[in-house]
C-alpha cells in the first residue's frame, strides 16, 4: 500500500513540477507587469494539469517499462477501426470524461475560447490516449476518438 501512495504522489508531482516551472518563469517574465487575476490563472492550470493527469490514470497510460518489455512487441494493443462498434455505456463515459477538457482549455487560455480550436485540442488529446494505450495492452478504439472529442465540445 506504501509503495502505491509513493508511485501516485511521485507521479502527481511529475505533473505539478512543470506547471511550477511554467509559474515561475511566468512571474519573472511579468514581474514589472503585475496582471490581476494570476493567482486564479495558475489555480486552473493546476486543476488542468491534475485533470490531466487522471485522465492518463484512468485511460492506462503506456510506461516507458511497458516499452522497454524484451518478450513482446513493441505495441501490445489492439485496434478497432469499425466506428460504432462499441456504441454504450462506455462511449457515454469517454464523453463525460473529455468535458472538462472543453471548458478548462477556454476558461484558461483566451486563444481556446474559438470552438474550433477547442475540438480540435479535443481530437489531437483523445490520439495521444489511443496513442498510448497501445503501450500497455489496451485497445485503441476510433470509437473512443470520437467520443473524446464529441466531450470536449459539449465540454
Request: net charge positive.
Amino acid at each position: 500500500m506504501g509503495n502505491i501512495c509513493l508511485s501516485v504522489l511521485y507521479s502527481l508531482a511529475c505533473v505539478c513540477f512543470p506547471c511550477m516551472v511554467y509559474q515561475w518563469i511566468s512571474e519573472i517574465r511579468n514581474y514589472g507587469n503585475r496582471k490581476k487575476g494570476r493567482i486564479a490563472h495558475f489555480v486552473w492550470v493546476y486543476i488542468f494539469l491534475v485533470y490531466l493527469w487522471m485522465v492518463f490514470q484512468v485511460t492506462g497510460i503506456g510506461l516507458l517499462a511497458d516499452i522497454r518489455r524484451k518478450e513482446t512487441d513493441l505495441f501490445m494493443g489492439e485496434i478497432n477501426y469499425v466506428p460504432f462498434d462499441s456504441f454504450g455505456m462506455g462511449y457515454i463515459l469517454n464523453i463525460i470524461m473529455c468535458m472538462p477538457l472543453g471548458f478548462l482549455l477556454p476558461l484558461i487560455w483566451k486563444e481556446y475560447r474559438r470552438i474550433g480550436k477547442t475540438v480540435i485540442i479535443g481530437a489531437i488529446f483523445s490520439i495521444l490516449i489511443e496513442i498510448t494505450q497501445l503501450f500497455n495492452f489496451r485497445a485503441s478504439d476510433i470509437d473512443d476518438l470520437t467520443a473524446n472529442t464529441c466531450g470536449a465540445l459539449l465540454g
